[in-house]
């Protein structure tokens, strides 16, 4: 292995030989480079539809109601089901170990004015574990805290756009809105990832928003964060169970799917998950194909370079050659091109990726890439298949009578 000489012999025999060396590197580095495009772009696909789905946290269940469609115990069809304080406390007492955060939400629309600025805003009444359900960033101040929820504050944290649209310049911390008629002042800003429309909406603790509905205990949806550890079945059979006691409580019929809604991401996910687990077959698929092409390439390759070398083995033999010896050298020469190949292929791809980067993000793919653990096996498996290629036919022609070689044309 360590033979200066045969090192020599080896360098020697690539330079002496340039267009059977490009034949048996460039199927290696091909393969490789093929391999790590598809597999990025494949994962770049992955990436987008991921965030394009899973915005927010993707651990929610958001629970909201409607109107009856079945009449049920002595009630008639379409009624207007609302939610009321109590039925969250009922929610989250109900497993509480699988519950991670949760808030009621109670929404409305008013004037919102701050000097002579002025415009229409959702009004978002909530309470601090809002933040973490809906997944959001305070960029300035801070949030609500429970301290605002039970004393009623009149604070507000206002979203990027509320902020650019009617405070424009210098800081809002601290700045009355006046609301209806009522002030509120801001003590945060917040940023989310769903967009303007997001972001153009107002925080204030539910508390303070249900007594200026005189006094009024409705909220508009609970939502809730489930707990991480739970497996998608194990969620979906907690919201499903949420739905039951719900429709329990609100003297509703078990079949009526309009009244009350579950929405559970698990649930909706199932579908998004099953997508990117076909994504994942598919490009594992031609993957694999690809390094599979790449083998039988190398494989037949080798077989042609050997039997070019045959009368060369003939010789060697006839001198003294022993075939350990030959099959070693040919294995070794081999390897040296499958591996220097495999590192070109490698560095290609990889550079490919790079320039690509996001400019394909038009096309739903977002930031194609590959790690390098997987390009570790890749490579380690063609490199093993130049190897096992050189060794069969080279061990098949150390076997043949150095006069047979000698005549081979």
Do not use: H
């Not at 008639?76 to 609302?82: C, E």
């Not at 519950?99 to 008013?110: D, I, K, L």
């Not at 694999?288 to 060697?316: C, D, F, H, Q, W």
């Not at 033999?317 to 020469?333: D, F, H, N, S, Y």
Request: glycine residues 10%.
């Amino acid at each position: 292995m360590f033979d200066i000489d045969r090192w020599r012999e080896i360098f020697e025999s690539i330079r002496s030989n340039v267009l059977r060396t490009v034949l048996s590197g460039f199927t290696v580095a091909l393969g490789l480079f093929i391999f790590i495009v598809l597999f990025g772009i494949g994962n770049g696909l992955k990436s987008a539809f991921s965030e394009g789905f899973t915005r927010g946290a993707t651990n929610l269940i958001s629970i909201f109601t409607g109107r009856t469609t079945i009449a049920f115990d002595g009630l008639q069809s379409d009624r207007q089901v609302s939610l009321q304080n109590s039925n969250y406390e009922n929610v989250i007492k109900t497993n509480p170990d699988n519950v991670q955060y949760s808030t009621p939400n109670y929404s409305a629309n008013m004037l919102v004015k701050y000097g002579k600025e002025s415009g229409n805003y959702q009004i978002n009444g909530a309470n601090p574990d809002d933040l973490y359900v809906k997944d959001e960033t305070v960029l300035d101040g801070r949030f609500l805290n429970a301290n605002d929820v039970d004393q009623k504050q009149k604070v507000a944290v206002i979203g990027r756009m509320v902020q650019r649209d009617l405070i424009k310049n210098g800081s809002p911390i601290g700045k009355n809105l006046d609301m209806n008629g009522t002030f509120f002042k801001v003590i945060g800003v917040f940023s989310d990832d769903a967009g303007d429309f997001a972001e153009r909406r107002i925080t204030v603790p539910i508390t303070t928003l249900q007594q200026l509905k005189k006094g009024s205990d409705t909220i508009s949806q609970i939502s809730l964060t489930y707990n991480p550890n739970l497996s998608p079945a194990e969620a979906i059979k907690y919201s499903d169970k949420l739905e039951k006691d719900l429709k329990k409580n609100l003297k509703v019929s078990p079949d009526d799917e309009s009244a009350v809604t579950v929405r559970n991401n698990a649930k909706n996910m199932q579908n998004t998950f099953q997508f990117l687990l076909i994504i994942t077959l598919i490009v594992g698929f031609i993957g694999l194909g690809t390094l599979l092409a790449g083998i039988i390439g190398i494989s037949n390759i080798m077989v042609y370079i050997v039997k070019e070398r045959t009368k060369e083995i003939g010789v060697r033999k006839a001198i003294g050659a022993k075939p350990r010896a030959i099959v070693g050298l040919i294995i070794q020469e081999s390897v040296v091109i499958t591996v220097i190949s495999g590192i070109i292929g490698v560095g290609l791809g990889i550079l490919t990726l790079n320039l690509i980067g996001d400019s394909l993000e038009k096309y739903f793919i977002k930031d194609p890439s590959v790690g390098w653990g997987l390009i570790l096996v890749a490579f380690v498996c063609l490199v093993f298949a130049g190897l096992i290629a050189g060794f069969v036919p080279a061990f098949r022609a150390s076997k043949i009578k150095p006069i047979e070689a000698l005549r081979t044309e």
